[in-house]
């Protein structure tokens, strides 16, 4: 079975709550383990989710707030006492190299050299990652900020119904499969389109921090899980605007338009309180017809499955 889901290890803006740690969020996708934006406490929090080094496979800094990247150290430094011995990569805005090389070696460890840098710059940047694509885009914020997104390629089903009618089985099936097309016992010829159909790739984003910008739109075009900043309620849009973040509104917003599956909204601004949360939900529902959750530390939200 594969496991695709996002466990949430904080949920808070530019400062700790006695709610909310930092942000830090881990994807798990069929074996590989995307950890976005570790704020200060990420180390801590894994272990309260039940997550270790060994499930992380790729580091994704949006930018060099502290929020965002404060774990950085802990988590290196972990990967290393835990002798991690897979790859990990570490992708980051390329203009923020002076902060990473900070974090990468914040103090002194035994240091085991998996970790690679992948620095992100331009207007798009994927990388092979195992099963999926991993695509940096540029955002809007008053630091250089890069949303992420993970693609799975389209496969193929096969149609049974339509194997057995065309009298494909055993091992003529695999080689249908490798080579698109085999000779039936009748002697035809059978296309591998005409027994199978595109099962389309399920995909997820994260985008955090932004106004409203094109990269945002990129990036949550057609996800199943779009994990997005929602800093403010929309009675602070001006604030949003200026500091370069999204209201709960905007997120809604951008989930219809880009036709999201399950959204996820999160990186709430210290200044609301639990009675408040309500409203988040209530500004996204008001755009959005979709699944809306509101992020919590330790939650786990599960890739849609497939429709
Ligand atoms: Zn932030
Ligand atoms: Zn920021």
Known sequence: MSLR?????G???????????????LLRW???GFLFDPGEGTQRQMLHAGVGAHDITWICVTHFHGDHCLGVPGVV???????????????????????????RNASVFADTSVIAER???GPAASFD????????????????????????????????????????????????????????????????????????GQSAAFVMDT??????????????????????LSAEAEPAARYGHLTAAQAGRVAAECGVRRLLLTHVSERYGTHDEPRFLDEARAAFGGDVVLAHDLLRVPVPRRA
């Open 119 to 121: 620095p992100v710059s």
């Open 5 to 9: 889901e996002l466990v949430v290890l």
């Open 77 to 103: 430094q972990r990967i290393a006492r835990d002798g991690v011995a897979h790859p990990v990569r570490a992708a980051y805005p390329a203009s923020g190299e002076t902060y990473w090389r900070r974090l």
């Open 211 to 232: 106004r409203l910008c094109d990269g945002v739109f990129a990036l949550a075009d057609g996800a199943d899980l779009l994990v997005i900043e929602s800093t403010f």
């Open 129 to 200: 990652a195992g099963p999926v694509t991993l695509t940096a885009r540029p955002l809007s914020h008053p630091v250089e900020s890069y949303g992420y997104r993970v693609d799975e390629p389209d496969g193929r089903r096969m149609l049974p119904e339509r194997l057995r009618e065309r009298g494909v089985r055993g091992p003529l099936v695999g080689e249908l499969q490798r080579t698109g097309t085999v000779t039936a016992p009748d002697g035809s010829t059978v296309r591998l389109e005409e027994c199978s159909e595109i099962r389309r």
């Open 30 to 32: 069929d074996g590989q």
């Open 11 to 25: 949920t808070s803006s530019a400062v700790p709550t006695r709610h909310r740690n930092h942000n830090g969020y």
